[in-house]
């Protein structure tokens, strides 16, 4: 069984693509109908996130697939994701996916990191909308275009396209419960496991140009940063 969590924090805006985009990847026809399992954490969530949830569960299930909700009032990214992982565990998952609320996956996300044949994908993200930047939009899209390394090879982490079997998600002792930066802390432990990365562009994932960032000092606030030309935050050493 493949399983995907999602943290989310007030993401009623979000939600619908999210999990219109997710279902998607999970019938892919180079899945070979494997089982997939979707989990959905709500991290203090106060708005209308966990209708929206329980309306795709049909959906899911009409699919042949799985998507549970779970709540926390941690308010922290790293809890989230560790109680997905731990939940999708449980379900008996060989692969952990990880995304965001705020992100679509691309109809291939799954197929391409499962054909990688490693214990860890690293992906790529890319912005398809960069309106709530308003003036400065084309500005930002510019400098992320000349910046941002969106191809095989890449040494970036987001905790919105990340995949690792559950063999390597264990040895490296999961999610720290962290604020932010609980994807680099993971790869890092990972690393020192010896566990085979890809690095790749593959899956594809859309992510939100938002500015009112869920996860302080993550990617929304590092495109923040670039905007006002300063240096994004840099996770601890």
């Not at 309306?55 to 308010?75: K, M, Q, S, V, Y």
């Not at 790529?124 to 992320?144: E, I, K, Y």
């Not at 085979?196 to 993550?218: E, K, L, N, Y």
């Amino acid at each position: 069984m493949i399983g995907v969590a999602i943290p989310a924090h007030n993401e009623e805006a979000a939600l619908d693509d999210c999990l219109a985009a997710l279902l998607a990847a999970a019938r892919h026809p180079a899945l070979r109908g494997e089982r997939v399992a979707a989990c959905v954490v709500l991290d203090a969530c106060d708005d209308g996130s966990r209708a929206i949830v329980e309306r795709w569960c049909g959906a899911f299930a009409a699919a042949g697939l799985r998507l549970d909700c779970l709540e926390t009032a941690a308010r922290q990214v790293g809890v989230a994701r560790a109680a997905g992982a731990r939940h999708l565990l449980a379900l008996g998952a060989r692969w952990l996916a990880f995304t965001d609320a705020d992100t679509r996956v691309g109809p291939q996300w799954l197929a391409a990191q499962l054909a990688l044949g490693v214990d860890v994908v690293c992906g790529s993200v890319a912005v398809d909308d960069w309106t709530p930047h308003g003036a400065d939009a084309a500005r930002l899209r510019a400098h992320f275009a000349s910046h941002y390394n969106d191809r095989d090879g890449h040494q970036h982490i987001h905790g919105a396209n990340l995949g690792v079997s559950a063999d390597a998600y264990r040895a490296a002792g999961g999610f720290e419960a962290v604020a932010c930066h609980e994807d680099v802390l993971l790869v890092r432990a990972l690393q020192a496991t010896g566990a085979r990365f890809a690095w790749s562009a593959q899956p594809r994932v859309f992510t939100s140009a938002r500015i009112d960032p869920r996860a302080r000092g993550g990617f929304g606030d590092a495109l923040l940063a670039m905007a006002a030309g300063r240096e994004p935050n840099r996770p601890p050493a």
